[in-house]
């Protein structure tokens, strides 16, 4: 006789928490201790649900590193109690939210699904049904006593994705995300098929919570035209610990010797300069062209295929870490977890 799971239900915040009063037109916060009374197809499922809500639940646009460090330590508390997590926040920032919980949870070895919707719960049309009852399903997926899923992903319109690969594409199509450098791990048909062999592997270690994340960053997005003073303003921001170079293509940027002067000096000055192309997908190849050249000369840190959601992540934990410059380049372009592709 199989096992019951116990599932628990994170809610932030976010669309898909809201219904619709239809007696005044205006959407409330939905209460997700009653959820199986209103999701009645979840009691099908075979687990135990419990959840737990934010006290106010927030915006996506509203979300920063310390309800990262909330979501965490909700994990965390509970981390022994169940055997699957289901985060449930708004979509726009989710690729963010769910990349950096996957950094700050070490030796994971349970499953953690990120989902949300486009409609809100109680609306006629909605693909938050779908999304959260296909979510909890796989959270309590087991085989041989052990998860068959083991990290931090996310889920929505009938597939799962390893959360750190994920970008939002649409602000109105249910298929909202995609992960263009690695293929779906759960496809949602008439059955669930797993990908087996993309799956990480569980570890066997305690579960580690790294919560000391550093926000001194800037993103840099290259333009056609832009001006050495845009560029100075941003390197030259008071306590600036990492940038993201958004650059073209393979990792291409402009030649100018203003611009690699002025990448130089800060890497000089100490600043972690990560390259990551502004493709939504391929990846950077340092080198690959005389345009990347001398940022590979200068030492400005190839990201290959990572997306920006996961670089920024990335770059706030591994700057919590406090590792010296040479160790930090070499975690950077280590896969950690699975956000990079091995060369």
């Known amino acids: 006789m199989a096992i019951q ?3 628990l239900l994170i809610y932030t915040g976010g669309t898909i928490g ?8 205006a959407l409330r916060a939905f209460d997700f201790r009653q959820i199986l009374e209103n999701i009645p197809e979840l009691k099908h499922l075979d687990c135990h649900i419990d ?4 006290e106010s639940p927030i915006d996506s646009s509203n979300m920063n590193t310390f309800y990262f460090v909330q979501i965490a330590e909700v994990i965390e508390k509970r981390y022994n109690e169940y055997d699957g997590f289901v985060v449930l926040t708004g979509s726009d920032t989710m690729s963010y939210t769910s990349s950096m919980i996957s950094f700050m949870l070490e030796n994971l070895s349970k499953p953690v699904i990120f989902t949300g919707s486009q409609l809100p719960i109680g609306y006629l049309r909605t693909d938050a049904k779908e999304n959260l009852i296909t979510s909890i399903e796989i959270a309590s997926a087991y085989e041989d006593d052990e998860p068959i899923v083991s990290e931090v992903c996310l889920y929505f319109e009938y597939k799962l994705y390893r959360a750190n690969r994920t970008t939002k594409l649409s602000a109105e199509q249910f298929e909202a995300f995609a992960s263009m450098n690695y293929p779906p791990l759960v496809e949602s048909g008439v059955h669930l098929h797993f990908n087996k062999s993309l799956l990480l592997k569980s570890k066997e270690s305690d579960l580690i919570v790294r919560k000391k994340l550093v926000t001194d960053i800037a993103i840099l997005k290259l333009f056609p035209g832009i001006s050495k003073n845009v560029v100075e303003s941003i390197l030259s921001t008071p306590d600036l610990k990492g940038v993201i170079l958004e650059t073209y293509g393979a990792g ?3 030649t100018e010797e203003w611009f690699i002067n002025l990448l130089s000096e800060a890497i000089q000055s100490g600043v972690h300069i990560v390259n990551i192309t502004q ?10 062209y005389e345009t990347s050249t001398r940022l590979k000369y200068i030492g400005v840190i190839d990201g290959r295929d990572m997306t920006t959601e996961s670089a920024v992540a990335k770059l706030m934990y591994l700057l919590g870490v406090g590792l010296e410059k040479e160790e930090f380049v070499y975690y950077f372009q280590k896969s950690l977890r699975g956000e990079i592709s091995n060369q």
Do not use: P, W
Request: proline fraction near 0%.
């Open 51 to 54: 959840s737990y809500s934010f």
């Open 18 to 25: 809201m219904v619709k009063d239809y007696e005044t037109n």
């Open 252 to 254: 291409n940027a402009l």
């Open 5 to 7: 799971r116990n599932i």
């Open 279 to 288: 493709c939504v997908g391929g990846s950077v190849i340092m080198g690959h």
